[in-house]
């Protein structure tokens, strides 16, 4: 599988050096990263919308302290891995307090590195998302449910938007509800079936997802998919 890692870090220095040791590790244990950089928390909170699966976060960035920075995010996705890079050792402790999976101190060694990595694969591994599969017109195709933005039945087929496109099968919304059962997924209105992570606005009788597209929610649906986001966004 393709594991998605994201370095938020403002020395291009410092950057270079952890994308070098991600795509060395790569290499080693035979495994694939899709990596993306940041130089500074707004454009990477910007473009954040639950789409990584492990964070390496420096602690001192311009305009917003890293730690700020992951308590904004948790609001978001709750099971990211983060772990805090930071030549300031006396700030790791308080990374537990926005449930941070590891830290490493500055100056990064590529041994130690590799140790933290290891864990941190690990820990996704046993905890990582469920994955369900489809029937296309003339295949099968597996989707992450991480990535399903929403699920829509349009004229007796279920659309999957995700983020690599939209992908569709025959069949009925209930048939989706059941797929996706034990992940965090709500229904709006009797034709969409919403992944909450990507819920980013609420309004009166619409949602907006990551993206921004709109939503209608409907009257009778309101009050259970109302409940069933403040219930996310607890960590219930």
Not at 147 to 171: F, S
Request: charged residues 30%; neutral net charge.
């Amino acid at each position: 599988m393709n594991y998605r890692v994201c370095v938020v870090e403002d020395n291009k220095e410092h950057s270079d050096r952890l994308v070098s040791f991600i795509r060395k590790y790569g290499q080693e244990r035979g495994k694939e990263f899709n990596v993306s950089v940041y130089g500074d928390a707004l454009s990477f909170l910007d473009e954040f919308y639950g789409n990584f699966d492990i964070i390496f976060m420096d602690i001192e960035l311009p305009f917003r302290n890293g730690m700020d920075v992951v308590k904004q995010i948790r609001e978001k996705d709750k099971k990211v891995i983060v772990i805090f890079v930071t030549n300031m050792a006396q700030y790791a402790v308080k990374g537990y307090e926005v449930d941070a999976f590891d830290f490493i101190v500055k100056p990064v060694f590529y041994s130690a590195f590799a140790i933290k990595l290891d864990r941190a694969i690990e820990r996704f591994e046993t905890t990582r998302d469920k994955e369900i599969w489809i029937n296309e017109r003339n295949n099968k195709r597996r989707l992450r449910t991480s990535e399903i933005k929403y699920a829509e039945v349009l004229h007796h087929n279920v659309v999957y938007h995700t983020l690599g496109g939209d992908y569709t099968t025959y069949g009925q919304l209930k048939d989706a509800v059941v797929q996706l059962g034990d992940a965090p997924f709500a229904l709006c209105n009797r034709c969409f079936l919403v992944n909450l992570q990507y819920v980013t606005a609420i309004e009166e009788f619409s949602l907006t997802i990551a993206g921004g597209e709109k939503l209608q929610i409907s009257r009778n649906k309101k009050k259970s998919f109302l409940k069933s986001l403040n219930e996310y966004l607890g960590g219930k």
